[in-house]
């Protein structure tokens, strides 16, 4: 079974960045597709961005050109670089891991991104 765990979460001010990290357990890391969700409150959960294991992203278009996701198959690990924050980014982060022929979702425990303006 695969876990998933988020760190790298906080408060920075407008216009600051953070840098959200997501370890995964397991084996099949390189083979996932890893993704980055957020939840605010009163919204739905939206994806923010996603890369494959050959290193393809996409991203929603409220974040293109803001953030960068990023792999390290070495480490286990995916990363979501957030540049030029807004308030509208505060929200709850969650970490994904699709894999297998039904792409079967594992979700992180989420990291709280707060933005202040």
């Known amino acids: 079974q695969v876990h998933l765990v988020e760190s790298g979460g906080g408060l920075v001010q407008t216009g600051g960045s953070l840098r959200l990290s997501c370890a995964a357990s397991?084996?099949?890391?390189?083979?996932?597709?890893m993704g980055w969700y957020r939840q605010s409150p009163g919204k739905e959960r939206e994806m923010v961005a996603s890369?494959?294991?050959?290193?393809?992203?996409n991203y929603a278009g409220s974040v293109k050109g803001r953030f960068t996701i990023s792999r390290d198959n070495a480490k286990n690990t995916v990363y979501l670089q957030m540049n030029s924050l807004k308030a509208d980014d505060t929200a709850v982060y969650y970490c994904?891991?699709?894999?297998?022929?039904?792409?079967?979702?594992?979700w992180g425990q989420g990291t709280q991104v707060s933005v202040s303006s």
């Open positions: 890369i494959t294991g050959g290193g393809t992203t």
């Open positions: 994904t891991l699709d894999y297998g022929s039904s792409l079967a979702r594992t």
């Open positions: 397991g084996s099949i890391f390189r083979l996932a597709i």
